[in-house]
């Protein structure tokens, strides 16, 4: 499978293209730093994720490139709707560091844990820092995206640190479903 952002969201190309002219290192496939992920959650990563790290590296988002979507939160038996926009679908170094961070915050901060749940990686970040778009790679809900809010800082599991948003049922349907913002607003005018 070669991963092609023309077929699955060309409004998609104008940033990639803006990503290679401004970020050219970012661009260059490094499976590498995936592969320790890997070997640390003992899971593999999706084939249309890592098609994509190896043919497009990163994607860095303008402000009037699709980067909006609708994530869903459950919270108790309530379904509640919301749109979220992703900054950058980070380069294979910023993920693993992204990683660290995350799943071993103990290292800096001794009263903290982990903050994501096993087996959840970090692939994009949004503009506002703290936010992250996370890919499961457990066996249960393998390849689903799901958006981890900036007020979740605790750890996993703890209080303030329990509820993930769903932001895609793969990448390549997360990568599908981003929107321009005027796209997003038609849609939430029509009751979407």
Do not use: C
Not at 77 to 89: A, E, H, L, P, Y
Not at 160 to 187: D, H, M, P, R, V
Request: aromatic share 10%; hydrophobic share 35%.
């Amino acid at each position: 499978m070669e991963f092609d952002l023309d077929k699955l969201n060309p409004l998609l190309v104008g940033a990639w293209e803006y990503t290679t002219r401004r970020w050219p290192d970012d661009v260059k496939p490094n499976l590498k730093p995936l592969q320790e992920i890997e070997k640390d959650t003992k899971a593999s990563f999706p084939n249309d994720y890592l098609d994509f790290m190896q043919r497009y590296g990163s994607l860095q988002m303008r402000l009037d490139d699709p980067q909006f979507l609708f994530i869903q939160y459950k919270i108790g038996n309530n379904i509640r709707k919301d749109t979220g926009s992703v900054q950058v679908i980070a380069p294979s170094k910023v993920v693993l560091e992204q990683y660290m961070l995350l799943s071993r915050p103990h290292i800096h901060y001794p009263d903290i844990g982990a903050q994501i749940p096993p087996k959840m990686v970090p692939i994009g970040l949004t503009a506002a820092g703290g936010e992250y778009f996370l890919m499961d790679l457990s066996e249960k809900n393998y390849g689903t995206i799901w958006h981890k809010d900036p007020g979740s800082t605790g750890t996993w599991g703890s209080e303030n640190n329990t509820i993930l948003g769903y932001a895609g049922a793969s990448f390549t349907a997360f990568l599908a479903n981003l929107k321009t913002e005027e796209e997003i607003q038609k849609i939430e005018a029509q009751g979407g």
